[in-house]
Nanobody, 126 residues
Framework: QVQVVESGGGAVQTGDSLRLSCVAS????????MGWFRQAPGKEREFVGA????????YYGDSMKGRVTISRDNAKNTIYLQMNNLKPEDSAVYYC???????????????????WGQGTQVTVSS
């Protein structure tokens, strides 16, 4: 069993940067790839990106590619989502997920991923 808890959301303005964190707990955390999804009101949840178990590999979805960086600190069981040049359309609840699948498959396999956090709200005003 793995638990994930997101933090770092908040209200920012267009063009600002924000870093989200996700702390994982459980005996086998280092066996899990971890990723970020987001969901805006009235829209489907979409894949933002993921990082491999070691942290050496990352994979990004199209939604925020070029404006986000995902990193991982296994000593802290934490992953980060650094978001830059935020836009109002980036306003959403951002979710962290842990799964043992390959990071490039996490987007398409969203419905089957194992462990989800409760999400953290990001609101970007113009």
């Amino acid at each position: 069993q793995v638990q994930v808890v997101e933090s770092g959301g908040g209200a920012v303005q267009t063009g600002d940067s924000l870093r989200l964190s996700c702390v994982a707990s459980g005996r086998t955390v280092n066996r899990y790839a971890m990723g970020w999804f987001r969901q805006a009101p009235g829209k489907e949840r979409e894949f933002v990106g993921a990082v491999s178990q070691s942290g050496a590999s990352t994979y990004y979805g199209d939604s925020m590619k070029g404006r986000v960086t995902i990193s991982r600190d296994n000593a802290k069981n934490t992953i980060y989502l650094q978001m830059n040049n935020l836009k109002p359309e980036d306003s959403a609840v951002y979710y962290c997920v842990a799964d043992q699948s390959a990071i490039a498959t996490m987007g398409p396999r969203m419905a089957t991923l194992d462990y989800w956090g409760q999400g953290t709200q990001v609101t970007v005003s113009s």
